[in-house]
């Protein structure tokens, strides 16, 4: 039985995907891994590039699924087993979202951008779900499988839906766009990521701009007004799009930032939206984060929910792990926090992360630390934009800097020896260095692109106990990044 209502049942899938069902079932869900699986769910058996989903197919209707959606029947299941064949499963997945897509009739949201994405997605997420029922792609689930799963798991009636979608090369966001079909196209901001995969900072605004391909007519694209990208970008949606919303501080956005008051644990901000003055609290620290409410107001905007209940919302907005989150781990000896941002880095997202932990107020004998993995994709640029980081750090006053990685250690080599806190060959490796470093008062920023693993940083800092009789920390989440 499934767990949830009814979001497919086997006649609709097998017209869907131009599959065969053997017999009859409804699906509350779809999963593509058996770890995460719910019963009720469909399993579909992806053929990725390092294991094979047929071969967890007999788990996964012994988990619960009600059916398997294969391309081949796999040996060791019985001959009665619910399946669902089809040519090609990634395709298959494609169908499903592409019908959920079609029978919906909730506002869409597309949103991209070079940094800052996925925290706009969530806190869209938040404001939109306290207005209409909502969905949004859970985690980062952006690409050209995470996309398909998540339209595929939309349920029947939602009145808005928010699909981040994430790229590194050329073309990607143009098939994740005709997909999703996006009433509102959001661009966060351009910036030099990814400089592995393009030529120039206006290339990758190009590649943004594929994001506008498939909007639905009339559409609205929401733009950061701010951003030397933003003509660039404007001019490229003008064969798509209805209208342009911009967002910034510029004279010119619709949306459009009056003033702020900042603290070490968030922003008093005063907005404009289209004439409307809005007042809201942030209880995310940064100014990069003052940037993502106007992006989330003009997009609210665009999507025609209620711009004030969405700014009053966004004090209920908390960062998403490895976003940004804050944490206090109190030990035997005392207690320090941790403001984790390990998911991803960029030059840009390091600056904003160097800024909020140079806001942090130290405990008594407390310092601030950072512990940085490698930024990854940065191409032949690689070494010198490592090393430029260390004036950032300096300027906001980081006491002590732990580096991991190759491209890390330019950074430690530029860094005055009073900043040096150590260096390892990769996060695993760093691991014991911090956890003897830390003490109480201290304020630990971890940062890195996802590929330099720093969440076992993470990991290990939440669970120092301080004590050798192995008690367990006390970790309290507090609103904040």
Not at 47 to 73: I, N
Not at 227 to 246: D, E, H, I, K
Request: hydrophobic residues 45%; neutral net charge.
């Amino acid at each position: 039985m499934s767990a949830g209502p009814a979001l497919w049942t086997a006649a609709e899938a097998a017209v869907s995907t131009g599959g065969s069902a053997a017999a009859p079932w409804t699906a509350g869900g779809v999963s593509i891994d058996t770890r995460t699986l719910r019963t009720g769910d469909l399993f579909v058996a992806i053929k990725g590039p390092h294991f094979d989903g047929h071969a967890f197919v007999a788990d996964a209707l012994a988990r619960g699924a009600v059916a398997a959606l294969v391309s081949r029947v796999p040996r060791d299941i019985p001959a009665d087993a619910p399946l669902l064949l089809v040519d090609d499963t990634m395709r298959a997945l494609e169908d499903l979202g592409r019908a959920a897509r079609a029978r919906s009739v909730a506002r869409i949201i597309g949103v991209t951008g070079s940094v800052g994405k996925t925290g706009v997605k969530e806190a869209l997420r938040t404001v939109l779900s306290a207005q209409a029922p909502t969905v949004a792609n859970a985690g980062n689930l952006n690409n050209h499988w995470g996309l398909p799963l998540s339209l595929a798991r939309m349920p029947r009636s939602i009145a808005f839906g928010v699909f981040e979608m994430g790229m590194n090369h050329p073309g990607e966001l143009d098939a994740l766009t005709r997909l999703a079909r996006p009433h509102v196209a959001v661009i966060t901001t351009v910036e030099a990521v990814h400089k592995e995969f393009f030529a120039s900072t206006e290339a990758i605004a190009d590649a943004k701009a594929e994001i506008f391909v498939g909007i639905e007519p009339g559409g609205v694209a929401v733009l950061n007004r701010d951003s030397p990208q933003f003509s660039r970008l404007a001019a490229a949606a003008g064969g798509y799009v209805g209208t342009v919303v911009g967002f910034g501080r510029h004279r010119q956005a619709m949306v459009r930032l009056l003033t702020v008051e900042t603290d070490d644990k968030g922003s008093r901000v005063r907005a404009s939206a289209a004439g409307e003055t809005l007042d809201y609290r942030l209880n995310v620290s940064g100014a990069h984060w003052v940037s993502n409410s106007l992006c989330v107001l003009a997009t609210v905007m665009a999507a025609g929910a209620d711009v004030r209940a969405a700014a009053a919302g966004l004090a209920r907005f908390t960062v998403p792990r490895g976003r940004g989150r804050r944490s206090v781990v109190t030990t035997a000896e005392g207690a320090f926090e941790i403001i984790d941002d390990s998911y991803n880095a960029s030059p840009v997202s390091m600056a904003a992360a160097f800024e909020v932990l140079g806001r942090a107020e130290p405990g008594p004998g407390g310092r601030r630390l950072a512990m940085l993995g490698d930024m990854l994709e940065l191409g032949d640029d690689s070494r010198d934009l490592h090393v430029a980081l260390a004036g950032p750090l300096r300027e906001n006053g980081i006491d002590l800097v732990f580096t991991a990685g190759t491209a890390m250690a330019h950074l430690a080599a530029a860094l005055p020896a009073s900043m040096r806190g150590g260096h390892a060959v990769d996060s695993a490796a760093l691991v014991p260095l911090v956890t003897a470093a830390v003490r109480p008062g201290d304020v630990v920023t971890v940062k890195g692109s996802a590929g330099s693993r720093m969440g076992l940083i993470v990991e290990a800092l939440l669970a120092l106990t301080g004590d050798e009789a192995g008690a367990s920390p006390v970790k309290r989440v507090v609103n904040g990044g």
